[in-house]
């Protein structure tokens, strides 16, 4: 694809016009606080983190960033950095204060008691960073920020015993709003995905799709996929700061269903390559040891306990501001982005997804039962 970005935009904006599509790039949030406030990023270097530096820093505000000082430690030279380690010195937060505290870093619910506890005189709120995977049964649709999540064994906190990762973040939350109380913000996003994801469970898609031929697509067509942008998320998240927003809200998308065909074939308008989908059902698939999610990425059959995985409510966090990107731009910008990496990265396989080789074999095995 040898198409620019601007040139990109400048066609697709045209088209999606005069079918009533939005292509959006973000929304301009209007700020409820009406002055810069300090923010404490818990992390900030990973992935999300620096999407929510750079939103932050576009409208006026002051940021810290926390962390052990080993990623990324290139980005935001005028940045303040303080270097610790969430399980076991925090010592450089002690006598500081900020307006509010991201927390993105902790997976172990004892680091956020020892950051809460801390930084309870020090920030007036406390937004933490949890996942979809806090709820324990997927099987109803329409599920929402009261939908039951797991209930696991509280002394796991003091003992240091970890549990599974939807557990463990259940325990953070808790740990929390026992220190903040109402003036917690708690975000459960799904599938994270843009540039700068080295996953590859979103970028597999872009990527293959623009490498062209016969793509296996996987299952139903009419299933459902549900992601966030993270530069969505990010505005989001200063959006919700600086409007005083506290409770739990789900962060997906998009605002309207997708299906995995629309989602497959919007991935195919962003490239000039030749492709065509082949779809092969899902038992073909699992007796082949074929998984959701993982030679698959963003693919979750719509069945059992995961009917509505892919089907949220999404009318709080709409409620709330959160806006999207379309998926023509997030798919265009991870492309992209990856096309810009060294080559060693780009000439291997992918970290998601089916290898070449092997959906080479399974299309054969396919076209050969039919």
Known sequence: MNRSRREFLKTTTVAAAALGLNLSEGKTYKSGTG???????????????????????????EVTLFNRGKTNTHLFPDVEKLKGDRENDLES??????????????????????????????????????????????????????SPQYDPDPTAVDERRRLSYGEDKVLCEREARKVFGDHTLIVRPGLIVGPGDNTDRFTYWPVRIDRGGEV??????????????????????????????????????????????????????????????????????????????????????????RLGFQRFDLSKPLAAGLTYRSLAVTAFDTLEWYKSLQSERTTTELKAGITASREIEVLMEWHDKK
């Open 216 to 305: 296996l697509a996987p299952g139903d067509p009419q299933n459902g996929v549900m992601f966030i942008d993270v530069r969505d998320l990010a505005e989001w998240y200063i959006h919700l700061i600086e409007n005083g927003n506290t409770g739990s809200y789900n962060a997906l998308g998009p605002q309207a269903p997708l299906s995995f065909a629309e989602f497959l074939y919007g991935c195919r308008a962003i490239t000039n390559a030749h492709v065509s989908f082949t779809w092969v059902e899902t038992d073909f698939l699992l007796e082949r040891e074929l998984r959701p999610y993982r030679e698959f990425p963003c693919w979750m059959p719509a069945e059992g306990d």
């Open 93 to 146: 937060l002690k006598g500081r204060k900020w307006d509010v505290v991201i927390d993105n870093s902790a997976i172990r619910p004892w680091w956020v008691r020892d950051a809460a506890q801390l930084l309870k005189n020090s920030v007036d709120r406390y937004l933490f960073t949890s996942t979809r995977s806090t709820y324990a049964d997927f099987s109803e649709i329409g599920m929402d920020e009261n």
């Open 35 to 61: 002055k810069p406030m300090s923010i404490l990023i818990l992390g900030g270097t990973g992935f999300i983190g620096p999407h929510m530096v750079k939103s932050a820093q576009a409208r006026g505000h």
